[in-house]
């Protein structure tokens, strides 16, 4: 007869095995310190960085967010790769600023939408603006509208609706989190209204005019070295003509961007005594600034303490 007992032992390795994932399992239990979600389901695709910002505050970790542009890399000079165009075909949403930061946005939105695998994707432009190009054309509209704390809160209200039809079930938690958002976008507006009052000056000279928005909310103007474009320079009678409102005006800074070029602003901070400051335009992040995780809240409130040193600001 044979022998029951023996038929129901299991081998030792297959003990061992067992043993070790009851183990594993307890400890997971256990374990009040793990690691946080690393992404959510809904993908995103931005191709800026106070895009991912906004969107990252927003999703939380429902959502997983993928930035086209890289830290370090100037913004207006980015083509996207057909690798680009398959990550937003795959992607929920895709989120952009405006035709004319991002002229190719649409043309990769539409390459994007001819997979036949995957289900459309989303496309949402953020900036919407009043008056597109009247005197110069598109591609001289000043699409840096994030500058401005309470236009940014308006980029946030686009991406919070496409994200609320794309996933409804996350609507509350979305809502919720853009609430918080504006609490703090608008602490910010604060902030830098305090900031940059009581001024000896009303003027500064920066790299390149991308800070119209911004000059606009806080009462300054901005004087540029080139125009909309970082890479296009100005001529020596615009550059002369610079140089003549600094020594005209009693400016003593130059405000220089941290990812472009800063030969020119040396060249005239040389020839008139002024100083260099940070002004930054938040189109991506330096690549030390996202190492150490500065945030566009971070990088905006720095930009305020340098216009208040520029501008002489009690």
């Known amino acids: ?103 190719w946005a649409l043309n990769a939105a539409s390459a994007s939408s001819t997979d036949g695998d995957n289900s459309p994707t989303v496309t949402v432009q953020t900036v919407i603006l009043e008056s597109v190009g009247e005197d110069h054309g598109e591609d001289h509209v000043d699409t840096h509208v994030w500058l401005n704390p309470l236009k940014a809160q308006k980029q946030a209200d686009r991406i919070l609706s496409a994200l609320v039809e794309i996933d409804p079930e996350g609507a509350q938690i979305y809502t919720r989190n853009a609430d918080g958002l504006d609490v703090e976008l608008q602490a910010l507006d604060d902030l830098i209204n305090k900031q940059i009052s009581s001024c000896e000056l009303d003027s500064v000279v920066v790299s390149h005019l991308a800070f119209g928005h911004m000059a606009e909310r806080y009462g300054f103007e901005q004087i540029g070295l080139a125009g909309l474009s970082p890479e296009f320079e100005s001529g020596p009678a615009q550059i002369a003509g610079v140089i003549k409102k600094i020594n005209e005006l009693g400016i003593s800074h130059i405000m220089q961007e941290p990812i472009v070029s800063n030969r020119l602003a040396e060249t005239v901070a040389a020839e008139t005594g002024a100083e260099l400051l940070s002004l930054h335009p938040l189109e991506v992040r330096t690549s030390e600034q996202a190492s150490a995780e500065l945030d566009y809240l971070d990088i905006m409130k720095s930009n305020a303490d340098a216009l208040q040193t520029a501008l002489r600001c009690s």
């Open 1 to 103: 007869m044979p022998d029951t007992k023996s038929q129901h032992i299991l081998p030792l390795n297959v003990l061992l095995v067992l043993l070790f994932v009851a183990i594993s399992v307890i400890a997971i239990a256990c374990d009040g310190d793990l690691e946080p979600p690393t992404g959510g389901e809904v993908t995103v695709i931005t191709t800026t960085y106070p895009l991912t910002f906004l969107s990252e505050k927003i999703g939380g970790n429902r959502i997983t967010v993928q930035q086209l542009t890289k830290p370090g890399v100037e913004a207006h000079d980015f083509e996207p790769a057909p690798s680009d165009v398959r990550a937003i075909s795959n992607s929920d949403l895709f989120i952009y600023n405006h035709p004319s930061f991002e002229s």
